[in-house]
Each structure stands twice: as C-alpha cells, then as structure tokens.
C-alpha cells in the first residue's frame, strides 16, 4: 500500500525533517481487540498523508504491531518517534533521582528492544519518557544519547515532558541539548505559549503536542462523568465534583467559542496547538477510520485567527492537572 494523499507538512525544529502536521499516536493501539485492524488503521493513515508515528516502549505491543503494518506499507517509511520504558513506569507524577528511572544500561536496553520490535535499524526520533528539571545537569542521559546517535541507532533525540511540567523543560531547551519535546498543549494547558514555544522557535527545538483532545478525548464533547470515572485512569481517585468540573468548562468552551465561530469543539481542539509555528505535529490516536477523517480534515484548515487564539488563552486557561489523582505523593 503506498500513499495516495498528503496532509501539511513542518519543520521539526532545525532537524531538517519535514512531518505531517498530524501524527499516529499509538499510545491506545493494544487497545483494539484484533491486531489486523490496528495495522489497517496504520496503513490507512499512512495512505492519507500522516507520515510520523509516535510511540513508546511503554505502549504495551504498539511496537510490535507498528512493525506488522510497515511490512505491509511499500511506501516512504514512516518517521517513528519512541520512548525510552522508564525502570518504574508506574510513577510519572513525584520527583525521583534519575537513576532511578534511567540508567545508561536501562535506556541502551530500551532501546535495542525498541529497535527489535520495530524491526528497523535506527530510530528516527527517541525520547526520555519523564523529566525533571533537576535531571538537566546529570551527564548521563545526554551523553548515552550521543552514543547512541554516534552508533546510528537512532537520529534525533529529545524529552517527552511528563504531564503538564513543560516549564521543566526550559533549561534544556535554552541550552539546545535536544533536538525535540513532547508536550501537553491545548484548550485548557495553553500555558506553554508564554515561555516555552517561543524558546523552542528561537532554538529550533522541535515540538510535538499531545494531549489535543485531552483526557481520554474528552474535548470532543462526547464523554460524560460516569465514562471519565470508570475509563480514564488519571481519573481513578478523582471525585464526581471534580469531573463535572471539568465538563461544564469543555461545554463552556463549546458554547463561547466552538459554536458562535462555526466549529466543532474537536475541531477547535486539533486547531488550537497547530496554530503556533512552533508546534510541527500533534499527536492524535486515529484507530477508527472517522477518527482519522475528522482529525485530517481539522488539521488541513489550518490555524484559529489570532483572536480566537487570544481568547482561549485569556478566558479559557484552565490549571488543573488529573495526573495528581493517580498515586499519592511520596511523604515529605
């Protein structure tokens, strides 16, 4: 199968790498019951224009079936972007060494099951799959990475910024150590367009958005709080108040911004990070084909107009964080 369509294309940084505006997230792939109808949503997307993919060893089987789909893709090869397994996935939340979650050891054998699982030779894009701010000075993630990249095991390298800590990000992005970040940004996590999107414009880092649709897709409109509190799991400790919260502000924002303006909220959600020419991409999980139809379509108007972008940011900034209710920090 090859490609019959393509979508926009960015810059990724200075990486000189050209992707398409959105990109496969395959965070929700072991999800899907039959494997065969994941590597159809791949190729489908492929065939469409999306020409990144974005993955993690963390994403149980999703390397394994992105494999299957490119054995069958004849194609440009796809830009795979992974992660590397932190040695304790279960916390993303509470500051640890960093030798607690990476260690040149770990993050070399991370990455050579990456590469079998892939069944490819070289990973374009790697990230650290957490951070803290307190790690920027520690030599040994950058200088593993170097190896790495010196050993052609993989291209580029960067950080995929844990939940809504993109500020921890600045010190490495200032000083230029990575060719790339992964963020939260949208509707409500607008934050990063004070301090961390235009730094990442002036150095050239690269900048890959998660999250558009935020929690388990709940700024397309179409999850109640009794699907939030029995299915997203960042929500498993929350209360209802909570969550009703949540979704009186997406309706707000469908009724202030979305509606008057002609738009579905999904589609506002997708145009919203695009609308920086920081962003290059957005990572967005398509394993159903109206899924992939929508969210192309979204990305192909283009950016909101400059107002609509300085009234979200202005009237709709919400700073909230779910992640909190997935464990219990650690005793002080």
């Known amino acids: 199968m090859t490609a019959r369509s393509t979508l926009p294309c960015r810059s990724l940084g200075a990486t000189g790498v050209s992707v398409s505006t959105v990109a496969f997230g395959a965070m929700r792939l072991s999800e899907i019951p039959r494997p065969r109808d994941v590597v159809r949503a791949l190729l489908n997307a492929w065939g469409n224009g999306v020409t990144i993919v974005d993955t993690a060893r963390n994403y149980q089987g999703s390397e394994r079936i992105i494999a299957r789909a490119l054995a069958e893709w004849s194609g440009p090869r796809p830009f795979l972007c992974t992660k590397v397994k932190p040695l304790d996935p279960t916390n993303f939340r509470f500051y640890v060494p960093l030798p607690d979650q990476f260690t040149p050891a770990s993050m070399r054998a991370s990455v050579e099951l990456s590469l079998r699982e892939l069944a490819v030779d070289c990973i374009d894009l790697l990230y650290l799959h957490q951070w803290y701010a307190l790690w920027t000075h520690r030599p040994e993630w950058l200088d593993t990475f170097q190896a790495l990249r010196a050993e052609g095991k993989i291209r580029f390298f960067g950080i995929s910024a844990q939940d809504h800590e993109h500020d921890a990000l600045l010190q490495i992005v200032d000083a230029g150590l990575v060719d790339a970040v992964q963020i939260v940004f949208?509707?409500?996590?607008?934050?990063?367009?004070?301090?961390?999107?235009?730094?990442?414009?002036?150095?050239?880092?690269?900048?890959?958005?998660?999250?558009?649709?935020?929690?388990?897709?709940?700024?397309?409109?179409?999850?109640?709080?009794?699907?939030?509190?029995?299915?997203?799991?960042?929500?498993?400790?929350?209360?209802?108040?909570?969550?009703?919260?949540?979704?009186?502000?997406?309706?707000?924002l469908d009724d202030d911004v979305a509606r008057p303006a002609g738009l579905s909220l999904t589609e506002l959600a997708i145009r919203f990070p695009l609308s920086h020419p920081a962003v290059a991409t957005v990572a967005l999980s398509m394993q159903e084909d109206g899924f992939l139809r929508s969210n192309l379509a979204a990305a192909a108007r283009g950016p909101l107009p400059p107002e609509m972008m300085t009234r979200i940011a202005r009237e709709h900034v919400w700073v909230k964080n779910f992640y909190y209710y997935t464990k219990s920090p650690p005793a002080l």
């Open 186 to 252: 949208n509707l409500f996590e607008s934050r990063p367009l004070v301090s961390l999107l235009p730094l990442c414009a002036e150095r050239g880092v690269g900048v890959v958005a998660r999250c558009a649709l935020d929690h388990s897709g709940a700024l397309t409109g179409t999850r109640d709080a009794d699907w939030l509190l029995a299915r997203d799991f960042k929500l498993q400790h929350a209360s209802r108040r909570v969550v009703e919260e949540y979704l009186a502000r997406i309706r707000a």
